[in-house]
């Protein structure tokens, strides 16, 4: 973890852990399921692909080269802890819910592997088009000598 920018990496994780709330929180008020928990995971299932390249756009901006599974992980540990201090005591004790409930649901877990595969891949992804860029820029150019 020597090359990962703590600072970009929270913030990178904060945007993304916006998003998901957002998300999760917003599809209660368009009810599609008969089970709105259920629906509500399901939206942030597919919510949280996007959320997380987004804010690995904003950490991979900044020129970083941190390996992508690192940040992942690390950006999910920062989601965990943003979870355990605003989200499960505003909206899942609330509801009758515990950080123990929370936090032991399979979902969760799924969910979070889903955030760091995401990270892992646009890193993936963001590393093959700068090498492309790279390999494309050095051939197209041939040196005048």
Do not use: C
């Not at 209660?28 to 259920?38: H, Q, Y």
């Not at 090498?131 to 000598?145: I, R």
């Amino acid at each position: 973890m020597k090359n990962l920018n703590v600072k970009s990496a929270s913030i990178a994780a904060g945007i993304a852990y916006l998003l998901g709330v957002s998300a999760f929180l917003a599809s209660f008020f368009v009810p599609v399921m008969s089970n709105p928990e259920a629906q509500a995971n399901l939206v942030l299932g597919i919510a949280i692909i996007p959320a997380a390249m987004l804010g690995a756009r904003f950490y991979y901006r900044r020129k970083h080269e941190t390996n992508g599974f690192i940040l992942g992980a690390f950006m999910f540990l920062v989601v965990i802890a943003l979870d355990a201090m605003i989200t499960v005591p505003l909206f899942v004790i609330p509801a009758g819910g515990s950080h123990l409930e929370f936090f032991t649901d399979p979902g969760f877990w799924i969910i979070g592997l889903e955030y760091i595969l995401a990270v892992a891949f646009y890193w993936r992804m963001q590393k093959a088009t700068r090498n492309k860029t790279a390999t494309h820029s050095l051939t197209s150019h041939p040196s005048t000598h």
